[in-house]
Structure formats: C-alpha cells, structure tokens
C-alpha cells in the first residue's frame, strides 16, 4: 500500500483554483511550498459510513493510489504524494496544463491522419504499458486523454483518472458495469469477465469518433445506445467516412469485435499496417463533423454537472426534512457544497 500522509495537505501545499471536478471531489492547482512547484490536487471525498450514498469507500482510493503508484509512463499521469485527513483524501499528482486532447484538436483548422496517429501511438503506448501490469483503466474516453502541454510542437499525452482502474489477478474473475456507456464493451454490459480488452475496445470507440465526429453506437438514449454496442450495430456511412482511408477503417474494426480474445492488444495496434505507415498515409479527418461531436459533448458536460449539483441539492433538502431522524446523513450531504 502507498504511503500515505496524515499531516494536513496546506501545511505542504498551497490550494488554488478548481481544474476541473469528477463524481467524488474537485481538482485543484496546488503550490508545493518548499520547492514553488505546481501540482494538482484532487481531493477524494470519503465515504463516512457504511449505509452513505456519498463519498468514496476508502478501498476504491486506496486501490487507485496504488495503482497509479504502479504506473510511471510518460503517457500516464504522475502521482507525487498521498495526504489523508477524516473526511478525504488528497492525492498530489502532476500538473496537466494542455486541456483535453479532443478541445485541442476541435480548435484546429484540419488535421491529417499522420497527427492523429501520433496521438493515438501515444494512447497506445500508455494503454499498453498499463496491460504489461494487468491493469485496465476501464474508463478510457475523451475527457480522460489530456495533453501535457498544448504550445509544444508535438504535444504529449496523459492518460487520466484511475478511478476504475483494476489490477486484473490471474485465476481471478472480474466483472463491473461501470464506464461511460458510449465507450463500453459488450462484455462490460453483459457482466462478463472483463481483461485488457475492454480498454481496446474503448480505443476503437474513440479512434472512429477522433476520424469522423461521429459516435458509432450513440442511441437516443443510454438505453439504445448500449443495445446497439450489445448488437454491434454500427457502420462506416459514407458520408461521414469519405475522407477516412481504408487501412483506417480496417484499424478499428480489429478493436470493434464482440469477442474479447479476438480484439488486437496495444501491442498489435502499434504494428497495425496504419499505425506503422502513418507518414503515408493522405486522408484526414472530418474535422466539420468532428467540432459539432466536440461541442455537444462540452455542453453534455456542463449539463451533467449542473444535473449532479441539482442532485445533491435535493439530497440536502431531503436532508434537511429529515434531520431529526438522521444528522449523519445531513453532515454528508454539506461536505459537498464548495
Ligand atoms: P469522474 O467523476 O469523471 O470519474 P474523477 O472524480 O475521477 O472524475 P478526474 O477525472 O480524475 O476526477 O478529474 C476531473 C477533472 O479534473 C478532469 O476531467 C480534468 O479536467 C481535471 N484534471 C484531472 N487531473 C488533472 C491534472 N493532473 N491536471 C490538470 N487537470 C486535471
């Protein structure tokens, strides 16, 4: 288990403004006093009972510290230290400062192939290092590949957010069904064993929306959309794909395939006749589509979260009207208001 610290994180750190936030707390900019370097923070509520709704269960964050622990890549994002105090865990890592790889590209006037395969050998890379360690990310999507610096020529990619991550044990089964429903496998939905494998999967999702701007198995609803990836109901429309080169479409559709086992690994993507070829390669991507994909889903985002704060204000209400019978209950739901 990682070490973690039990002195306040202001006593090391200097908190600043929010980053970004996730289900379970905020990510903040934090100044390391002793050296004046930045960092982030991302501070981790824990769950406060056993019958809470709210907050992390101490296991998940200890599982993802010392995942991350485990993975020092220069595609992964790095952890530096672990503060833990009664009521949340703060886990110091570096400071990303380029954005999303997806915001990145969107501000674009064009992009060729060739610079999205380098992007993608990146994702693979940091993707294929985490298998060589058995573990899956299980949450690969766009807001979870960022860029470590957007001015540079070439930029870097940091694959984020460990949260789902798992240390797959051999002899060990492992079923979850949680992710994002438009990235997930079929095995996922299916509560089946999961391996290494639905991350390829996820990677297939992502290079056919990286190319067209479209998703491939978006429904109307989360409903639809997770029977279509069940079906396998998905094409490459004409339309949509007539700028795409055919080595590419053959690329995702070796990720694309229902069986698990039968899905090509990080290793095998990177030897992909379209990886491998990539400065031959002249088609580009569907950058008109690919803005409108990128804007719904910021504004998707958005209203996520303002639904999740919604959420917790009626949970306060409710606990509120109920403060008699339950405080506990009370005290948790005010943890969530910053
Ligand atoms: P989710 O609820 O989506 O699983 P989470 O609580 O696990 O989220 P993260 O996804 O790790 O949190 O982070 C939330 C957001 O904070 C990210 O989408 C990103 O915008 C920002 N962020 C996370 N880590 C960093 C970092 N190291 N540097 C800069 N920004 C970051």
Redesign the pocket.
Known sequence: MAQIKLQNVEDYYEIGEV???????Q?RVVLERASGVHW?G?FLKLRRSASSRLGLERKSVEREVEILQSLQHANV?ALRDVFESRAEVVLI????GGGELFDFIAEKESLSEEEAIEFLKQILKGVGFMHTKNIAHF?LKP??I?LADKTMPHPHIKI??F?LAHRLKQGEEYRSLSGTPQYIAPEVINYEPLSEAADMWSIGVITYILLSGLSPFQGDNDKETLKNIVGMIYEFEEIYFNQTSAMAKDFIEKLLVKDPIKRMTADECLLHPWIKAANRSRSSINMKRFKKFNAKRKWKMSYNMVWACNRLFRLQLQCKSRSQEDPELVRESRKYWV
């Open positions: 980053l970004g936030s996730g289900h379970f707390g990510v982030a991302k994002m890592v570096e400071l990303i949450d807001e979870n960022m984020i957010d949260g």
